[in-house]
């Protein structure tokens, strides 16, 4: 983890930089957990770590990143919601594919599509590559658990 500009727990916002290390990827999620806990969002913990797990992962293996790119998460709270974005250096869009039954990886937007309410990628403004994003609702999350039969904290257990 190169850098954290986490608020206090009453803030909104949490913004973290990493490098490609795959151990940031717990790192970051140990802090999207305690930011849902002290946001009162821990219903969405199960999806949203794994959403993040998948995005900052991807970035990881295919980001360009320097010294001076580092890749970044943000964590915003609303109402009953949660957006985390992934940036990183790289312009090139991730496309989902359709993996071979027997791969190992490919699976990663999948899984954030069938978990998120939205996704995305935007270009990011004055520097160069994306940020990947998604949207997590408490209402969206109930209505998957509804829809599966319930179980599990958010819905996907």
């Not at 821990?42 to 980001?63: K, Y």
């Not at 990663?108 to 990628?121: I, P, R, S």
Request: aromatic share 6%.
């Amino acid at each position: 983890m190169y850098g954290n500009h986490r608020l206090n727990p009453t803030s909104s916002i949490v913004v973290l930089r990493w490098s490609t290390d795959p151990r940031c990827v717990a790192y970051a999620r140990l802090e999207l957990r305690k930011a849902l806990a002290d946001w009162g969002l821990s219903v969405l913990e199960d999806s949203a770590v794994l959403i993040l797990s998948e995005l900052l992962s991807n970035a990881g293996l295919h980001a360009k990143v320097t010294p001076e790119q580092t890749i970044e998460t943000r964590y915003f709270r609303s109402s009953g919601a949660l957006r985390i974005e992934v940036h990183d250096g790289s312009s090139e869009r991730p496309h989902p594919r359709v993996p071979d039954s027997e791969a190992v990886d490919g699976r990663g937007l999948f899984l954030v599509d069938a978990l998120a309410d939205a996704w995305g990628v935007v270009e990011r403004t004055g520097r160069p590559g994306k940020a990947i994003w998604a949207e997590l609702s408490v209402k969206g999350a109930a209505e998957r658990n509804a829809a599966l039969g319930g179980g599990g904290r958010s819905g996907r257990g």
